[in-house]
């Protein structure tokens, strides 16, 4: 198995002092919390640059889209009507007016962008399709994808989504995130899966039975067999992505996620802690978000993993919206948080690289954010862990991981 090759692309903000890779990294004078700087990692027959930095991520995201000479296929959750967002439109209305083939989807529940902000695109040649366009069952289920392809080439990947805050410093309470560009064959797996959520987008029921088929069903694996696309969504089974972690989880020895909504089944959660128990479980996890009953679900599983030996930080600095789970020698990044609906109802794309080198430089990544971050032991959770906040926990456990995941998977499986 060929190694990643590795490389920081400007130093790093503030004096950090890195510990070992079990225990938190330390600060030798007190800086804020500033984000990484970009990375570069060659893996698996894939070219990959990291951006943790909002502004790192906005740069590139417009050169990607300003480079494109064919085609842009862009599809995001949440698609705003603010700065960088009309940016990103202008951006993509130049395009098409330039010869390239522009096709945007966005999610109808995520996305405020009026048919009026769009409209420019299509005055230009391009078209812009809304997934899940008209209030139905199929509403409940989301396309929580974020992806831009450019010249099937180049793409760009990961959790963020188009809207001011995710490319906001901490600093602004920006949302913590990264954007993965990446260059390599997995780019032709990506532009393959794009093309069937574009037939899709009509939001007719064959298309649903479809999407139900294809989320059980496919993936993609680069010739070099390291490199696999994985999808989430609505099945009667498992998505190839909740298959993947599961397997995985039931064999692993070390696991770092790294979440900005943690509230996993019971299966999922026992696997975990397996892992947890021997010694070898760093949980990082959001202090902030902008939904509080996602905190509060994700808080009432701490007793359980604590008790079993997983480490807990919460991320403070800022919001917290990062995708990354790094299981032994297999790094997963992309759209999915590690919850219910992102397990097994929303559209989701995640990127699985076997690699040992990129998941060595993904747990650096980890640990510069623990550093940042506050230790959750036993005895904070304790002190935390009021009668009424023990409430709070579990009302918002029931909310994410019941009531929502229930009406939703009920009304569009049957069950």
Known sequence: MRGAIVKDLRPAHGPLKHGGMGEPATQTTKVAFRDPPPFEASAQGQSLTFYPAGEDRRRALMELVRSATRTLDVCFYIFAEDEVSTELRDALVDAALRGVDVTLIIDRF??????????PLVDAGGRYLFFSPRWSMRYLIRNHQKMVIADNARAMFGGFNIEDDYFAPPERNGWNDIGIRIEGDAVQGLTDWFARLRDWTDDDEAHFKAIKKAVGDWSWTSREGHARWLVGGPTRGLSTWARCVTQDLKEGEKLDIFMAYFSPPYTLLKRIARVAKKGQTRLLMAAKSDNGATIGATRSLYNYLLKRGAKI???SPCKLHTKLLVLDDAVYVGSANFDMRSLYLNLEIMLRIEDKALADRMREFVSTHIAASE????????????????????MGWVLVSVIDYTVARRTNLGF
């Open 110 to 119: 995520g996305a405020s962008a009026s048919d009026k902000f769009l409209e």
């Open 313 to 315: 930080w919460e991320f």
């Open 375 to 394: 230790a959750i032991t036993m005895e904070k959770h304790k002190r935390r862990a009021t009668l009424w906040n023990r409430i709070r926990w579990t």
